[in-house]
């Protein structure tokens, strides 16, 4: 995909359903009794994936576009696959899964891509194991394949020592299988759908305080079922922070984009725009299926350099990327610290993205949690290796917008894991 500097984006966009709820409302329904009708489902690869793993456990579920519909057959009526299941390139599907799977009286594979293949799963097999379960890496080096046998679990209470929603939620998941209560507690509050999402299924839990986040331990008490629910998952912020950050970045242009799940276990990012001088306007304030909702308006502004550290991480940890891109463009220094876990997403982020800042000029340096970003200085316009992630594919998208020359992006059709229609977003706004 070949990209040049633009101005003047106006406009109001809707942006898909969010990744992790959409992935959760399959699981979920797919473990409850009755039907689960989901609206806005993200339409991505990695949730597609979801989908297809849990038909293979059984589950009927019907999809018409965004609609989706899950014929939940309880707690205790997934079904042996014939197939191992394969994930694709979501380490959220393997690491929810992989609990679901712990409590069941049959055997599974789990396997995905190669990036997948290669991301630490230890992290979910070594509390797993504590809990009871037998889960082991085929390949003995910590990563998927996993193959999965019936185990008898316990209710227990596991230190996390990363702030990592997708292992708190695999071992609540894995929690609905034991013998009594099991609770997460985590160094820092990490985004907390699963547990909102269990709520409304009806589950017996606790969750951490989501306000002050003066409490990270959540825990869920065994129960006889869950129940079908009707969702309406949130446009993804995640996604939306391109369309943020191309609003401030671009010259001349003014944006809103609608209905945004603005979670502040989410919402790190709105939190960083406003420090580093973005004029950003809430609007419409609401709540949907227990998550906060909202419009966000966004205007070009001048940003200036922060830094960015401690628990603020995990609620934007996957919105780095493109948050180094506005750095890069902004007056100062902006220092990324504590964001260690980069090196583990479907690429080392702190790799891809500061290379492919270099590649623009920009003058950055890695470092072992983070990077140190000096921007101000035009980018410009370069060949982006993306190594097939996503997210590296939009924030340099968004980068060759204010680039000076022209920006080519390698494999830029890899925005089909979160985002396929990412750009014919833009096309609403030129
Ligand atoms: C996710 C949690 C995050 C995030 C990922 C989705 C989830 O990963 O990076 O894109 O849906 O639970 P970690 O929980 O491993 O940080």
């Known amino acids: 995909m070949e990209l040049t500097n633009i101005t003047g984006l106006k406009g109001q966009v809707t942006i898909p359903g969010d990744k992790s709820i959409s992935h959760r409302s399959i699981m979920l329904g797919s473990i409850a009794k009755g039907i689960t009708e989901v609206h806005n489902f993200l339409e991505g690869a990695d949730c597609l994936a979801t989908i297809e793993c849990f038909r293979k456990l059984g589950i009927e579920i019907e999809k018409n576009q965004d609609t989706v519909v899950v014929h939940g057959k309880g707690l205790h009526g997934l079904t042996p696959p014939t197939d191992i299941l394969d994930v694709g390139n979501s380490g959220t599907t393997t690491r929810l899964l992989a609990g679901i799977l712990c409590g069941q009286e049959f055997d599974s594979k789990i396997s995905g891509d190669e990036s997948l293949n290669s991301r630490p799963m230890k992290r979910i097999m070594e509390p797993l194991t504590q809990m009871g379960a037998n889960i082991s890496s085929i390949l003995r080096n910590d990563c998927a394949p996993l193959y999965i046998t019936k185990g008898k679990l316990h209710g227990f209470h596991y230190d996390s020592p ?15 299988y034991a013998d009594g209560e099991t609770s997460v507690t985590e160094p820092n509050l990490s985004r907390n759908h699963t547990e909102l999402m269990l709520k409304e299924f009806g589950a017996d839990l606790m969750s951490a305080h989501e306000l002050t986040n003066t409490r990270t331990t959540a825990s869920v008490r065994p129960c006889q079922e869950l129940y079908g629910q ?21 010259p001349d242009s003014e944006i809103l984009i609608k209905d945004i799940g603005i979670n502040p276990t989410r919402a790190g990012f709105l939190k960083v725009c406003e420090d580093m001088g973005g004029d950003i306007i809430l609007q419409n304030e609401h709540f949907c299926g227990g998550e906060r909702v909202a419009d966000i308006l966004v205007r070009t502004s001048n940003l200036h350099g922060i830094t960015i550290e401690g628990s603020i991480i995990p609620t934007l940890i996957d919105e780095i990327p493109i948050i180094a891109v506005m750095a890069a463009m902004a007056e100062g220094t902006t220092i990324i610290r504590d964001a260690e876990e980069l090196k583990v997403k479907e690429t080392d982020r702190i790799e891809t993205v500061t290379d492919n800042l270099k590649a623009m000029s920009c003058d950055v340096t890695p470092t072992f949690d983070g990077m140190i970003i000096e921007g101000g200085k035009p980018l410009l316009g370069a060949t982006i290796h993306t190594l097939l992630d996503h997210r590296i594919a939009m924030a340099f998208s968004i980068a060759a917008l204010v680039a000076e020359g022209t920006t080519n992006i390698l494999d830029s059709d890899c925005v089909d894991v979160s985002y396929p229609s990412f750009y014919d977003t833009f096309e609403l706004l030129l």
């Open 162 to 176: 990363i702030a990592s929603a997708q292992v708190k939620s695999c071992i609540l998941l894995a929690g609905l």
């Open 230 to 250: 009707k969702i309406t998952v949130p446009g993804d912020i995640s996604s939306a922070a391109y369309f943020i950050a191309a609003g401030l970045l671009v």
